[in-house]
């Protein structure tokens, strides 16, 4: 904190931004632009909620990742695109075009901006409202999306340039610590081999020093260990002993544990109630970070994920949308001081006057066409308080995230 506040390129930022609120009204976009360098320059604290496959700006992986040999791409009946690193010829995916040398398809064509620009985000030129009409077609793209970027990220030799490059991007938007929601899948070499979750984590590790190491002024990175809501209760029950293991095994960089997903299409976390309350019955600490509230469907079993979250002990609420429709949950947040991690379009504004702790973070910024944090800051300044937010607002926020 003391970094924090004491930094003089931060102060002379914070007084220049307070200058440029009150040109705030309408922002044109060169008073945008002018804003979101001069959040660029401040200390925004921690990103609490990023997760591991959308942290890295998706430029970079098309010019870094599919340039390199051996990769082969394939296009889905759904006009989805798949990669594999591999050796040898790889062996067909099923509902995808059999598969082509990224290097071959490049010679052949004049012009390779629209093949390097193809669909690996959500972000559209045209009006959002538009081409996703409704919650399952932009969760639908979203996911797709991942799967997309799936072969790219898991292949071992980008896997570390990915992150290493993702922590780059984050610092240089003055970003002191990360937490990463990380799924920790299976690792492939370009031979076919695998690597398992506890080398994942590893190398995280691994890299998060190498990382210090070039930047001693970086406080470093834990990961929550994360798995999709869409599994069943025997696969989840593995996934939480694992989690438990892995917390033993890597205090140093394991924070906790969370579910990852769509929440309207999964089950709430009161049907896993049983797993979830696994580490508490054996006295085993597992710290979890739940996504709750992140539903406009008030009423239904999953509008209740947020006080479960809390019955579960969470330690933050990722999201938290849903928080003014319940009062207990809220109530019982706030005492606990349970911080709320956000990105846009939230209730925020109403939250942070009864003093609620929240966090500004990213979630998934190469999805979103941006990079790091500092864009989210600029959306949560201008979005909460409008032209009455101060320094102090924005103050506040990077210190919640230390806290
Ligand atoms: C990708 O990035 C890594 C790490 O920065 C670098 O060593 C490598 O040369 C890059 N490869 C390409 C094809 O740009
Ligand atoms: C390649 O195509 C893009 C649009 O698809 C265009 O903007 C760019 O100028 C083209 N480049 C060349 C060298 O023709
Ligand atoms: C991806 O782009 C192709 C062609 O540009 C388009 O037909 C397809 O609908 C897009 N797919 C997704 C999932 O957005
Ligand atoms: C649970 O899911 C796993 C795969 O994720 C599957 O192998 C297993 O059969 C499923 N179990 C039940 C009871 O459905
Ligand atoms: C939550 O914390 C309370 C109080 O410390 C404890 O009694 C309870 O077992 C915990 N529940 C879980 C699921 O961790
Ligand atoms: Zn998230």
């Excluded at 609490?48 to 040999?69: C, G, I, Q």
């Excluded at 469907?297 to 849903?322: C, K, P, W, Y």
């Excluded at 706030?334 to 006057?353: C, F, Q, S, Y």
């Excluded at 066409?369 to 506040?396: C, M, P, Q, W």
Aim: hydrophobic share 40%; charged share 20%.
């Amino acid at each position: 904190m003391a970094v924090l506040l004491q930094r003089p390129q931060a102060a002379v930022a914070c007084l220049l931004l307070y200058c440029l609120t009150y040109a705030l009204s309408s922002p044109d976009p060169r008073q945008r632009e002018a804003l979101i360098k001069l959040e660029a320059s401040m200390q925004l604290g921690g990103a609490l909620h990023v997760h591991d496959f959308a942290m890295t700006s998706v430029e970079w992986l098309v010019k870094n990742a599919t340039y390199r040999p051996h990769c082969y791409m394939c296009l889905t009946d759904r006009q989805s695109v798949r990669f594999i690193f591999s050796s040898q010829w790889p062996k067909a995916l099923p509902q995808c075009s059999p598969w082509t040398l990224l290097e071959n398809l490049r010679a052949k064509l004049a012009n390779v901006t629209e093949l390097d620009n193809s669909n690996l985000t959500i972000f559209t030129d045209q009006d959002p409202e538009t081409v996703y009409p409704t919650q399952e077609e932009i969760w639908t793209t979203f996911e797709q999306a991942f799967l997309a970027l799936f072969g790219l990220v898991t292949y071992a030799p980008v896997f570390r340039d990915y992150y290493y490059q993702g922590l780059t991007e984050f610092y240089t938007d003055n970003v002191m610590y990360l937490e990463l929601r990380a799924l920790l899948p299976e690792i492939y070499e370009l031979d076919g081999s695998t690597h398992d979750t506890a080398w994942t984590l590893k190398t995280y590790q691994d890299v998060t020093r190498q990382f210090i190491t070039e930047h001693p002024d970086f406080f470093g990175t834990r990961v929550i260990f994360t798995v999709h809501r869409a599994v069943n209760t025997s696969a989840l029950t593995r996934t939480v002993e694992e989690a438990m293991k892995l917390q033993r095994d890597f205090p140093d960089i394991m924070a906790g544990f969370d579910l990852v997903g769509r929440e309207d299409s999964g089950k709430p976390l009161w049907y896993f109630k049983d797993v979830l309350s696994l580490p508490a019955e054996r006295g085993v600490t597992l710290p979890f970070f739940f996504h709750a509230g992140e539903t406009d469907l008030e009423g239904t079993e999953v509008d209740q994920n947020m006080l479960d979250a809390l019955l579960l002990n969470t330690s933050r609420i990722g999201h938290g949308f849903a928080l003014l429709r319940h009062p207990v949950a809220k109530g019982l947040s706030r005492k606990k001081g349970v911080a709320l991690e956000d990105l846009r379009n939230h209730p925020a504004a109403a939250l942070m006057l009864e003093n609620h702790p929240l966090v500004i973070s990213s979630d998934d910024p190469a999805m979103f066409g941006s990079s790091g944090l500092s864009y989210d800051f600029y959306e949560a300044f201008v979005g909460f308080g409008g032209i009455k937010s101060t320094l102090g607002s924005l103050k506040e926020l990077a210190i919640n995230s230390i806290r």
